[in-house]
Nanobody, 124 residues
Framework: QVQLVESGGGLVQAGGSLRLSCAAS????????MSWFRQAPGKEREFVAGISWSGGSTVYADFVKGRFTISRDNPKNTMYLQMNSLKPEDTAVYYCAAATQRVRSHRPANYRYWGQGTQVTVSS
């Protein structure tokens, strides 16, 4: 089992920045890659960014390219999401997720472990 705990959410004005963290514990050796998802009220959970745990290759949703940066610190078993130039439409609960094998698509169903989520609210 892998446990994931997010932190760093909060309220920020449009144009501001936040840094989310996701700490992994348990059988972290089973992690192949990790990603951030988000879910706004009344909307489906959507992929934001992902990173492979070994090589560190990254992938981003188009709507965050150039604004968000995903990274990881393997010794600390922690993943980060630096969010800059935040917009009101970025308001959502942000979740970190871990996959134990390479995923063909970044659908939530392909991720085995999930954190509890952290709220990000961007005011206009």
């Amino acid at each position: 089992q892998v446990q994931l705990v997010e932190s760093g959410g909060g309220l920020v004005q449009a144009g501001g920045s936040l840094r989310l963290s996701c700490a992994a514990s348990g059988r972290t050796s089973s992690i192949y890659g990790m990603s951030w998802f988000r879910q706004a009220p009344g909307k489906e959970r959507e992929f934001v960014a992902g990173i492979s745990w070994s090589g560190g290759s990254t992938v981003y949703a188009d709507f965050v390219k150039g604004r968000f940066t995903i990274s990881r610190d393997n010794p600390k078993n922690t993943m980060y999401l630096q969010m800059n130039s935040l917009k009101p439409e970025d308001t959502a609960v942000y979740y970190c997720a871990a996959a134990t094998q390479r995923v063909r698509s970044h659908r939530p169903a392909n991720y085995r472990y999930w954190g509890q989520g952290t709220q990000v609210t961007v005011s206009s």
